[in-house]
């Protein structure tokens, strides 16, 4: 990555955008945990354990600056000023951001005004929510049988923009065998539920899992035509994931026979 060159005076300052992973501490990269022990300054996102935080040094100034869908939250361009003025002070600043930096976490805006400022600044990927999501119910977002890709995509867009062509997406995911991973949707569950409906089976399995490798861990498996109702039906809220493809057939089948799925899985080991 080219790094804009800082002033002399502001030589010793930098930036790291690291990624937290989905909230166990223990999936933590090892590069990531280092980079946050080494920090004078950190700011944290709302979604970041308290288990992760506690990893920064005792004398590192703890910065919250959560941002959370349909909540108060900091101003992304007064974040950008913060980091900016700490790295420009000679501090070694951590912007610990839930997930990954560069999937749905505002990474690459941040990665831009940094560098236009002239501070140099590095990403650490983190595991991302939705991966995490699935490989704790066992479950793979692609299979040689059952897709061929997967789709990260969010269920927000930002005010002003039309957001995803939920049709569009249906009818390429469905001809293309692609597992499709929806990022705060819960709260659109209905309308991207109807607009999947245009180009999707209305029997495709859907899982939800919401606080995705936290002992709050908790998912339901449904089907594209039920899925409105039964994330209303059972209580699911934000951070929640949306896992829509047959990768997840299995979920439902244990959901709706778990002898025969507990008789499978013995004879398997």
Same mark, same amino acid.
């Given at each position: 990555?080219?790094?804009?060159?800082?002033?002399?005076?502001?030589?010793?300052g930098?930036? &790291?955008?690291?990624?937290?992973g989905?909230?166990?501490?223990?999936l933590?990269t090892?590069? $990531?945990?280092?980079?946050l022990?080494?920090?004078?300054?950190?700011?944290? @996102?709302d979604?970041?354990?308290d288990?992760?935080v506690a990893?920064?040094?005792? &004398?590192?100034?703890?910065?919250?600056?959560?941002?959370? %869908?349909g909540?108060? /939250?900091t101003?992304? =361009?007064?974040?950008?000023?913060?980091m #900016?003025m700490?790295?420009?002070? !000679?501090?070694?600043?951590v912007?610990?951001k !839930?997930?990954?930096?560069f *999937?749905?976490?505002?990474g690459g805006?941040?990665?831009?005004?940094?560098?236009?400022?002239?501070?140099?600044?590095?990403? *650490?990927n983190? *595991? &991302?929510a939705?991966?995490? =999501?699935?490989? /704790?119910?066992?479950?793979?977002?692609?299979?040689?049988?059952?897709?061929h890709?997967?789709?990260f995509?969010? %269920?927000?867009?930002?005010?002003?923009d $039309?957001?995803?062509?939920?049709?569009?997406?249906?009818?390429?995911?469905h001809?293309?065998?692609?597992?499709?991973?929806?990022?705060?949707?819960?709260?659109?569950?209905?309308? *991207?539920? @109807?607009?999947?409906?245009?180009?999707?089976?209305? !029997?495709?399995?859907?899982?939800? #899992?919401?606080? $995705?490798s936290?002992a709050?861990?908790?998912? #339901? /498996?449904? &089907?594209l035509?039920?899925?409105?109702?039964?994330?209303e039906? +059972?209580?699911?809220?934000?951070p929640?994931? #949306?896992?829509?493809g @047959?990768?997840?057939?299995?979920?439902?089948?244990?959901a709706? +026979?778990p002898?025969?799925?507990?008789?499978?899985?013995?004879?398997?080991?």
């Amino acid at each position: 990555m080219n790094q804009a060159k800082l002033p002399p005076e502001h030589a010793n300052g930098q930036c &790291t955008l690291v990624g937290a992973g989905p909230g166990d501490p223990e999936l933590l990269t090892v590069k $990531a945990l280092k980079a946050l022990q080494a920090a004078t300054v950190v700011l944290v @996102d709302d979604l970041v354990s308290d288990e992760i935080v506690a990893f920064a040094p005792p &004398t590192a100034r703890i910065v919250y600056v959560g941002k959370r %869908g349909g909540c108060q /939250s900091t101003p992304q =361009a007064f974040i950008e000023k913060l980091m #900016i003025m700490a790295a420009r002070e !000679g501090e070694n600043v951590v912007r610990l951001k !839930g997930g990954d930096p560069f *999937i749905f976490g505002r990474g690459g805006e941040e990665l831009e005004h940094l560098q236009a400022a002239g501070v140099r600044v590095t990403v *650490i990927n983190g *595991i &991302t929510a939705g991966l995490a =999501a699935v490989t /704790s119910l066992g479950v793979p977002l692609t299979h040689r049988q059952h897709a061929h890709g997967v789709v990260f995509v969010t %269920g927000h867009a930002k005010p002003g923009d $039309a957001g995803t062509d939920w049709s569009a997406l249906a009818a390429t995911a469905h001809s293309a065998r692609l597992t499709l991973v929806i990022y705060m949707g819960v709260s659109g569950a209905r309308r *991207i539920q @109807d607009e999947l409906l245009t180009g999707l089976p209305a !029997g495709t399995p859907v899982a939800v #899992i919401q606080n $995705a490798s936290l002992a709050t861990q908790r998912h #339901i /498996s449904s &089907t594209l035509c039920t899925l409105a109702d039964d994330i209303e039906a +059972h209580g699911m809220a934000s951070p929640s994931v #949306i896992v829509v493809g @047959d990768v997840v057939a299995s979920l439902a089948l244990a959901a709706a +026979h778990p002898q025969a799925a507990a008789h499978s899985a013995a004879r398997a080991a």
